[in-house]
């Protein structure tokens, strides 16, 4: 039984709950006259109690409901905040679509997970928070939006180079979460290391155009992003890091898939590309 079931309720307690609560009151404070339904003993009341949240719990990396409600709410936030930058000042358009962007990527990635891994569900479902290179390249690009705008703030208006961009970006996150939503549970944001019952091969759908569609989508997603912001520096950061990235990963990642699955995924490897530059 867990700790659910045993819950106290006034509302749902029947009258021998209620006798037997009376009871408990009068065995453990025999000298209460405490009406029982408007005064439950503490220890009843503390299992009836949503856990009690301060700010020191809020953004501490913990997987507990505050975070996660707090980071979707946050999400929200830089949704909204970008929408309005990009509707307010049209001049830095691309800087409010980016935010927009990034909330959306984000948000995908924990309902995705919570749609099909729910036993997988976690804070880091976000993944937000799944390392420094992460928030550092992020940094590095909006670091350099808004230096070159304030030095040259005509290279930076929003023309057919950031329209493409945008572009990009989309066609990156719609394949990221066509790919999440066709893998369903085979798709984990950890590579398995050993396959766990259940996992299939997924050959159909997305994964017939392309054998990494969430990485071809990540990776299309970030250049995109960098040619909308027209940053030229960072695009050539990024996709100098990314190809390393992910060309490491898929080594890895293929090798695992063939301990699985061996001659099947060997002959969907030979058939069925990247799309992903300079990965084969
Ligand atoms: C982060 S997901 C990425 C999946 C895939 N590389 C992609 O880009 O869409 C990693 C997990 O997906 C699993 N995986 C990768 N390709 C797969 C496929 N074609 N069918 C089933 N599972 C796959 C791997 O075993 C790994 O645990």
Redesign the pocket.
């Known amino acids: 039984m867990t700790s659910t079931d045993t819950t106290f309720t006034p509302a749902s307690h029947s009258a021998s709950t209620s006798e037997q609560a009376r009871n408990h009151i009068m065995a453990s404070d025999p000298v209460s006259t405490r009406n029982v339904t408007t005064n439950p003993p503490k220890s009843v009341t503390q299992r009836t109690q949503l856990p009690q949240v301060s700010t020191a719990t809020i953004f501490d990396g913990r997987n507990t409901p505050q975070n996660i409600a707090s980071y979707g709410f946050f999400l929200g936030v830089l949704a909204g905040a970008g929408a309005l930058i990009a509707y307010t000042y049209p001049g830095v358009q691309q800087l409010g679509i980016f935010c927009v962007a990034l909330a959306v990527f984000h948000q995908m990635e924990y309902v995705a997970t919570a749609m099909f891994n729910p036993n997988k569900l976690s804070l880091d479902s976000f993944l937000i928070n799944h390392s420094a290179h992460y928030h550092m390249a992020h940094a590095a690009g909006l670091a350099e939006f808004l230096i070159e705008y304030w030095l040259f703030p005509n290279w930076k208006k929003p023309g057919l180079s950031s329209s493409i961009g945008a572009a990009v970006l989309v066609i990156g996150q719609a394949a990221r979460t066509v ?2 939503f066709s ?1 369903k549970s ?7 290391d050993r ?1 766990v019952p259940g ?5 159909t759908g997305i ?1 017939s155009i392309m ?8 990776y299309w997603w970030a250049i995109g992003s960098q040619i909308m912001l027209l940053n030229p520096i960072s695009l050539a950061a990024f996709a100098h890091i990314l190809y390393r990235f992910f060309n490491d990963r ?1 080594e890895y ?1 293929e090798y ?2 063939i301990k ?2 061996g001659e099947s ?1 060997v002959q ?1 490897r030979s058939r069925v590309g990247t799309l992903i530059p300079l990965i084969e």
């Open positions: 790919a999440m893998a085979n798709f984990s944001h950890h590579i398995a396959k996992h299939q091969l997924v050959t994964y054998r990494h569609p969430s990485y071809f989508g990540f898929i990642e695992t898939l699985f699955f995924y969907y």
